[in-house]
């Protein structure tokens, strides 16, 4: 099968983990033996990065087509080339919610299938104003494709209410199982925490830097590792240097999967008090890998996490993560890390992940037939 996968999320070389889950669900749908070829849909800006117009990521083809996501007449030149290239393929698969724009007054030919992850859905309140203003008129264009599919159902819960009867299914996010799992350290002299992700207010890293002072108090001798970069970085220093904890907190930055790992191996447990999270691919990430975790409870990551390995905590207070820390070592004494990753085990491989996108082609087939 001809698949044309189009997004607006792609790795670019100022941006090389933008859109990273994109390309390997693409591999995954690639590896059942279809023909993908992706479309970015990249704003014209971003043409300056060196980008050029073929391209191959991750062995795959790609074209990028000019779209600003605000210009409308960008948005229309960009729905006349993706619904030309649709007549040369046998379903179209758009990736993130703003690849529907471009589709929003003629949908394409083909049978149609969309995978969303954007948090802008379930977490409203963290868009800007004019987005939040926009936002009841735009999510009706998740009604138009065939079948959506969304990361969790707690993602899933906000498309359906727009869909109605028209089918909306749930296909995880790509998480393989390192093999070997790391053991866990034997050395429980010291409290090795670790949280990976973006240094963004919906993330809280500051309140990880708080917690890390709560469980001082507490007579635990703990550092931090905070892999990852975005525009709090500088408020996370000075709110270590505050609390006089600059030596027990550690900024890596960015790290690619190898690198995390290597982190998450090191680490007795992973904190993330995120405020809003879809899928919450790096806790997931920490759980495969062996290590119990601690984070927010507002998302789809309560899905997965089997409560005698992990906790959410309704609460974004330094005191409630800090108990919620000393409950799930306590609990998890006796558990070899093998034991841990066994609780997800291998329901976010890759295969489990192309089989789920495969039933969506064959709904969205059978639909338009």
Known sequence: MRILAVTTWLPTPGSPSTGAFVVRDAQAIAGLGHDVRLVHLVP???????????????????????????????????????????????????????????????????????????????APQTLPASWQRMLPVLKRLLARPDVATAVCDYLAAPIREVRGPKLTTVVPCIVPVPDPVPARSADDSRLRLVSVGGLIERKDPLLAVDVVTELLLRGHDVRLTLVGQGPLEEQVRERARALDISDRVRLTGPLDRDGVLDQLSRAHLFLGPTRGDNFFVSCAEALVAGRPVVVGSTGGQGEYIDPSVGQTVPTQSARAYADAVESVLERTKGLTAQQISDTVGQRFSVASVAAGYQDAYDRAGHGRR
């Open 44 to 122: 014209p800006a971003q043409y300056a990065e060196g980008l050029v117009e073929r391209d191959t990521i991750g062995g795959l083809p790609v074209t990028r087509v000019p779209m600003g996501t605000n210009d409308p007449l960008q948005i229309a030149r960009a729905g006349r080339e993706l619904r030309g290239m649709a007549q040369h393929a046998d379903l179209v698969h758009t990736m993130a919610f703003s690849s529907l724009l471009p589709l929003a007054v003629r949908r394409p030919g083909a049978p149609w299938v969309h995978t969303e992850h954007w948090s802008g859905l379930t």
